[in-house]
């Protein structure tokens, strides 16, 4: 079993300390936190039409308790966070993880095409997830007052827009903040359904999992259908994974198992409790689980809890954004680091405001929290069946598990998985359709943008000089040698740069001290000190320099040029010059991708962070020099 917390960087192991459970809190669990505002009551909505009975609240119930047991506690928390990439979770982390357990190439690009389609829908997950929890919440209101109807889109508006435009101050800035407020949620989500359990004990035999059999069993296609809105009492599961870089698995762990699970298990059936004894309550059980003095407290601190759900989806998306552009699937993007202790607390500014753009469109498109929630479900079950497959190749190979123990932990969790996601399916007509189209589109840049980029380097590798015959030339030829160092940024290692080659054409020198930087990007989160550079002198004067990142690290090229002196290469700053080639992508006579993927991959290129600025090279020190690639 892998040993996550001990693999971090520098060996060391994160403490554990209040400040990071309440972080967690704050982070990790908002999303599924927020859940019992609408899940109980969307999926009793489907029998609702002669008047909910006594064993169809209990039945429902039963499914929604073991839902949270089979789905979070027994796959995520107890089998999935150990699936981790030293540290870090996430679909691409184990999609990394799962690539070194196939030994053939066709196998390790069905395994990436599986992790790609279940970052696509994460992400999609992450735009409906702010739109449908703050609506949820504005949704109280109306309770108090109908009066208050028409302020529900106009606040929702703006509480989502406040809470995009702080993201710029970091997940464990928010995570302090949001904490407490989660605390006092999840304290007051117990209170209140304990409370009516008290009053109603009868709810309890919904623990058994025997009636949610028997709502199955005498159901069928009906109950199957439910189960399209029982799984939103889950959604979040995958943020416990997607955000473990950031806090660690210990925290993640020991939050849920002793207060979130209660929290929610304990509310969960106080509304079915209240539906016992009043089925009219179906008009909004969790706010007429409060008497009418709390009404209006709980609407403001439902509202900060949907906000604070939000930041787990966010966070995440974070994450796997950073991921996805190291990995090679999306260009560079601008990574702001918000923290100086952790690594993996990020704000993208870029991902911030196209989620902000994509959430603002839905809340004004859907209008409620009932007509988004059919567009919910299915990205977050898509992503739990990704996540599955990709486990149970992670377990046999990597964790040595026989095929008999993988089979009986992993089938049945991978049915359920397929049971929540067929029924999603059938949703498609009223909004599933949503999270689909989000997710094929991100599914068509990544691919484009991983198909582009390996169609430039392999037109390089056509075009260019192999690097042993030009050294082998370079004695014999007559290129003068100028002061300074030359900086060429490269990745291929083993070809000239397209900008010596210009370089040498137009000004016709070569500086006495060359470097070509090849920046590699590794399938584990962080690379350590020792394995980070790798130098090698070719000739005089010149060296090849191949600089090591893990999918979770930012590149710091000069940083990493002046430590090289341990290794007796000589770097001053001040000398250097840094020489990038700007490629033009222009279709070939006979073009190898399609009209509208060149398009879309010119597009993005365009928009690509430049490199000068990824990289952190002083634009002062940059020269660029433009080269036209056919593909």
Known sequence: MSKPEADLPHGKVRPLTSAALLGVLGVVYGDIGTSPLYALRAALLHFSADGVERWEILGILSLIVW?????????????????????????????????????????????????????????????????????????????????????????????????????????????????????????????LGLIEVIREPEVLVAISPHHAVAFCIEYRMAAFIAFGSVVLAVTGAEALYADMGHFGRRPIELAWLFLVLPGLALNYLGQGALLLSNPAALENPFFLLAPDWLRLPLVVLATAATVIASQSMISGAYSIARQCVQLGFLPRLVVKHTSAEEEGQIYLPQINFALLAGVLVLVLAFHTSDALAAAYGIAVTGTF???????????????????????????????????????????????????????????????????????????????????????????????????????????????????????????????????????????????????????????????????????????????????????????????????????????????????????????????????????????????????????
């Open 67 to 191: 839902a949270l047991i089979l789905t979070v506690t027994v796959k995520y928390v107890f089998f999935v966070l150990r699936a981790d990439n030293r540290g870090e979770g996430g679909i691409l982390a184990l999609m990394a993880l799962a690539q070194r357990c196939v030994g053939t190439e066709r196998g390790r690009w069905i395994v990436a095409i599986i992790g790609i389609v279940g970052a696509c829908l994460f992400f999609a997950d992450g735009t409906i997830t702010p739109a449908i929890s703050v609506l949820s919440a504005m949704e109280g209101l109306k309770i108090i007052s109908p009066q208050f109807e028409a302020v529900i889109i106009p606040g929702s508006v703006v509480v989502l827009v406040l809470l995009f435009l702080v993201q710029y101050r970091g997940t464990g800035s928010m995570g302090a903040i949001f904490g407490p407020i989660m605390t006092l949620w999840f304290v007051s989500l117990g209170v």
């Open 385 to 631: 069946v990704c996540t599955s497959i990709l486990a149970v190749l992670v377990f046999r190979v990597q964790f040595k598990w026989p095929v008999a123990k993988v089979a009986a932990v992993f089938v049945p969790l991978f049915l359920l998985d397929l049971a929540f996601f067929a029924s999603n399916l059938l949703k498609i007509p009223e909004g599933g359709w949503v999270p689909l189209v989000l997710g094929a589109a991100m599914f068509g840049l990544m691919t484009t943008w991983n198909r582009g980029r390996g169609l430039l380097f392999a037109r390089f590798r056509q075009d260019s000089l192999p690097l042993k015959s030009f050294l082998a030339r370079l004695p014999q030829s007559r290129t003068i040698r100028v002061p300074g160092i030359a900086v060429f940024m490269t990745g291929q290692a083993d070809y000239v740069p397209g900008a010596l080659l210009h370089n040498l054409k137009h000004n016709k020198v070569l500086h006495e001290r060359v470097l070509f930087v090849t920046v590699l990007t590794e399938d584990i989160p962080e690379v350590s000190a020792a394995r980070r550079r790798e130098v090698s002198e070719l000739a005089p004067g010149i060296h090849r320099v191949i600089l090591r990142y893990g999918f979770h690290e930012s590149p710091h090229i000069p940083r990493e040029l002046e430590s090289l002196r341990e290794a007796g290469v000589e770097f001053e700053q001040m000398q250097a010059s840094y020489f990038l080639g700007r490629e033009t992508v222009v279709a070939a006579v006979v073009p190898k991708m399609s009209r509208w993927r060149q398009w879309v991959f010119t597009l993005m290129s365009r928009n690509a962070v430049p490199a000068t600025e990824f990289f952190r090279i002083p634009s002062d020190r940059v020269v660029e020099l433009g080269v036209r690639v056919a593909i």
